[in-house]
Nanobody, 127 residues
Framework: QVQLVESGGGSVQAGGSLRLSCAVG????????MGWFRQAPGKEREGVAI???????RYADSAKGRFTISKDNAKNTLSLQMNSLEPEDTGMYYC?????????????????????WGQGTQVTVSS
């Protein structure tokens, strides 16, 4: 079983920054694929940034150049540094993990590819 707990959300003005963190409980964390997803009111959950066990990263077009995902295998944490925030970034941000007993080397952006989810942390960006 994998437990995910997000923190670091909050309210900022446009142009500001936030750093989200996800504490991961479970074994073999270095074998997981991890991702940050967000869901705006009335919209479907979408991928923001993902990282696999090899450290390969992929960002949504909306996040490129502004967000940075990182994974600390020693501390079992996942982070998302978000700079130059825009009102369109507002939403609930979720940490997700994909692990099925084998090392994860794919780059998965679809929500259905992840089998563990945190409760989410709210990010609100005002103009």
């Amino acid at each position: 079983q994998v437990q995910l707990v997000e923190s670091g959300g909050g309210s900022v003005q446009a142009g500001g920054s936030l750093r989200l963190s996800c504490a991961v409980g479970g074994y073999a964390y270095n074998q997981y694929c991890m991702g940050w997803f967000r869901q705006a009111p009335g919209k479907e959950r979408e991928g923001v940034a993902i990282i696999n066990s090899l450290g390969r990263i992929r960002y949504a077009d909306s996040a490129k150049g502004r967000f940075t995902i990182s994974k600390d295998n020693a501390k079992n944490t996942l982070s998302l540094q978000m700079n130059s925030l825009e009102p369109e970034d507002t939403g609930m941000y979720y940490c997700a993990a994909r692990y099925s007993g084998a090392i994860c080397v794919g780059l998965y952006f679809a929500t259905l590819e992840y089998n563990y989810w945190g409760q989410g942390t709210q990010v609100t960006v005002s103009s």
